[in-house]
């Protein structure tokens, strides 16, 4: 199974642009990654998800190199109720069916 | 804006005990999954469901544990005989299609809480 690496913490502070990138480098030619995002002690919540590019939607923007050996997620002005955790997720053909859950990057907002 | 339900949202039972946990998928989704989380720890997927048959199941998921659409709206998990190390935050989740390309999004619940004592 190919495997992601992301940092385990982040801080940032309130109105602030955060970058979380995840390395992929054995990211196979049919897996889609995906971020999902949980709160503590609340299920996980999809974010976003892309192949190639650049995926936006209202809450993130997902890039992806050409190689897609790496990924990162970017949250525009961020607010203390983004503190959560991060996950990025590798998946095959796009099914968000069985979850493969790494530890994911604990992000803390700040005043 | 549409959501799965669990229920009970915290149960504490004794060992050996047998336990259920159930789910109120989103209404119009096919598919079934329960993940847990241990505290401090990942996420771990145990199994999916679909058209009344189990799509896949992990390690985790042992002859300790079953699932069930008893109904049109439920989706139970129950373990039979419980351990200590049951306890965890179990997750049911759902989405609209299951196994292939792009499928969408999975909606979790609020998950339930189980304390083995």
């Known amino acids: 199974l190919a495997k992601t690496t992301q940092p385990i913490s982040m801080d940032s502070y309130e109105g602030q642009e955060v970058n979380i990138t995840c390395s992929h480098n054995?990211?196979?030619?049919?897996?889609?990654i995906t971020w999902y995002q949980q709160f503590p002690s609340q299920g996980p919540r999809f974010i976003i998800q892309?192949?190639?590019t650049k995926v936006t939607n209202e809450v993130a923007s997902l890039f992806i190199p050409a190689d897609r050996k790496s990924s990162t997620l970017s949250l525009p002005r961020v607010s203390l109720s983004d503190t959560a955790v991060y996950y990025c997720l590798l998946n095959y053909g796009g099914s968000q069916g069985n979850l493969i859950f790494g530890k994911g990057t604990k992000l803390s907002v700040k005043p | 804006e549409p959501e799965v339900t669990q229920t009970p949202s915290h149960q504490v039972t004794q060992m050996g005990q047998e336990v259920i946990l159930r789910c109120v998928p989103i209404?119009?989704?096919?598919?079934f999954y329960w993940y847990r989380q241990i505290l401090g720890q990942k996420v771990e997927f145990l199994v999916s469901f679909y058209n009344n048959e189990i799509s896949e199941k992990s390690e985790i998921f042992d002859d300790q544990f079953s699932v069930e659409r008893p109904d049109g709206s439920n989706f139970t998990l129950k373990i039979r005989s419980t351990k200590l190390e049951d306890s965890a935050m179990y997750f049911c989740?759902?989405?609209?299609?299951?196994?292939?390309?792009?499928?969408?999004?999975?909606?979790f619940g609020e998950g339930s809480r189980l304390t083995v004592l």
């Open positions: 054995n990211i196979a030619t049919n897996d889609y």
């Open positions: 892309g192949y190639k």
């Open positions: 209404s119009n989704h096919l598919y």
């Open positions: 989740a759902s989405s609209a299609s299951g196994k292939g390309a792009n499928t969408g999004e999975l909606f």
